[in-house]
T-cell receptor, first 111, second 112 residues
Framework: QKEVEQNSGPLSVPEGAIASLNCTYS??????FFWYRQYSGKSPELIMS????GDKEDGRFTAQLNKASQYVSLLIRDSQPSDSATYLC???????????FGTGTSLTVIP | ETGVTQSPTHLIKTRGQQVTLRCSSQ?????VSWYQQALGQGPQFIFQ???????GRGNFPPRFSGLQFPNYSSELNVNALELDDSALYLC???????????FGPGTRLLVL
């Protein structure tokens, strides 16, 4: 069974701080990784995808990938109260079409 | 908004009944994946449809079945409902060969 592990949290940061969310995965051959944000009672919303080792930046969000360590992270700079949500890490399996999701990390940004 | 729509938004059924959930994919997308998300959990992959055929399946029993239509819309059917089937059912559309998926708003199913 392929697994995606995330710190369940809750993670609390003050407004303006950097929030760091982590994810590890078991499928060593996986090449595609995604971060989704899910507000309470809503469906997941895509934040970023990352396919290559290193950093990928999009506005206040930076995804980091280290395939050797099977580790993906998401940094949120200048955190805002509107960033308060559950963040889901998703990994596409190497062979096949299945995506595996972690259980999510709950983030609260305190004004 | 992703352009992916699902119906109904909420549904209440009793154990043993059957249910059909519907999904319309985003314009230009030809692939639909279905997920089950239990409370406090991440989405779990049920199956994917492409060209009207099942194109991958997760660890769900055969009573979970689906269809895809020529316009790329899709249905998820669940027979012999069990209490543990209570969850948020999500569909996600994508373009085959492009792995980014976009989720619809979901259908919340309660089985009593």
């Amino acid at each position: 069974q392929k697994e995606v592990e995330q710190n369940s949290g809750p993670l609390s940061v003050p407004e303006g701080a950097i929030a760091s969310l982590n994810c590890t995965y078991s499928d060593r051959g996986s090449q595609s990784f995604f971060w989704y944000r899910q507000y309470s009672g809503k469906s997941p919303e895509l934040i970023m995808s990352i396919y290559s080792n290193g950093d990928k930046e999009d506005g206040r969000f930076t995804a980091q990938l280290n395939k050797a360590s099977q580790y993906v992270s998401l940094l949120i700079r200048d955190s805002q109260p509107s960033d308060s949500a559950t963040y889901l890490c998703a990994v596409k399996e190497d062979t096949g079409n299945q995506f595996y999701f972690g259980t999510g990390t709950s983030l609260t940004v305190i004004p | 908004e992703t352009g992916v729509t699902q119906s109904p938004t909420h549904l209440i059924k009793t154990r043993g009944q059957q249910v059909t959930l519907r999904c319309s994919s985003q314009s230009g997308h030809n692939t639909v994946s279905w997920y089950q998300q239990a409370l406090g959990q991440g989405p779990q992959f049920i199956f994917q449809y492409y060209r009207e055929e099942e194109n991958g399946r997760g660890n769900f029993p055969p009573r979970f079945s689906g269809l895809q239509f020529p316009n790329y819309s899709s249905e998820l059917n669940v027979n012999a409902l069990e209490l543990d089937d209570s969850a948020l059912y999500l569909c996600a559309s994508s373009l085959q060969g492009v792995e980014t998926q976009y989720f619809g708003p979901g259908t919340r199913l309660l089985v009593l």
